[in-house]
Nanobody, 124 residues
Framework: QVQLVESGGGLVQAGGSLRLSCAASGRTFSNYAMGWFRQAPGKEREFIAAVDGGGSSTYYVDSVKGRFTISRDNAKNTMYLSMNSLKPEDTAIYYC?????????????????WGQGTQVTVSS
């Protein structure tokens, strides 16, 4: 069992930056690929970014490429999402997720554990 807790969300103006953290407890963190997802009001949960168990391979949805950076520190059992040049359309609840196994996927149903989410609001 893995417990995930997100933090770092908040209110920011368009063009600003935030860094989200996802702290994991439980099993060996490096045994899990990790992902970030978000869900805006009235919309389905969407994939944003993922990183493999070692942190060497990452993948981003096109809408955040060049603006968001996913990373992890396995020694600290923590994953991060650095978000720059934020836009109002980035407003959503952001969730981190863990998938058993080293390789990541972009589909939400491949992930085994989820955090409770953290709200990110970008004002125009």
């Amino acid at each position: 069992q893995v417990q995930l807790v997100e933090s770092g969300g908040g209110l920011v103006q368009a063009g600003g930056s935030l860094r989200l953290s996802c702290a994991a407890s439980g099993r060996t963190f490096s045994n899990y690929a990790m992902g970030w997802f978000r869900q805006a009001p009235g919309k389905e949960r969407e994939f944003i970014a993922a990183v493999d168990g070692g942190g060497s391979s990452t993948y981003y949805v096109d809408s955040v490429k060049g603006r968001f950076t996913i990373s992890r520190d396995n020694a600290k059992n923590t994953m991060y999402l650095s978000m720059n040049s934020l836009k109002p359309e980035d407003t959503a609840i952001y969730y981190c997720a863990a998938k058993i196994g080293y390789l990541y996927y972009t589909r939400a149903n491949k992930y085994n554990y989820w955090g409770q989410g953290t709200q990110v609001t970008v004002s125009s």
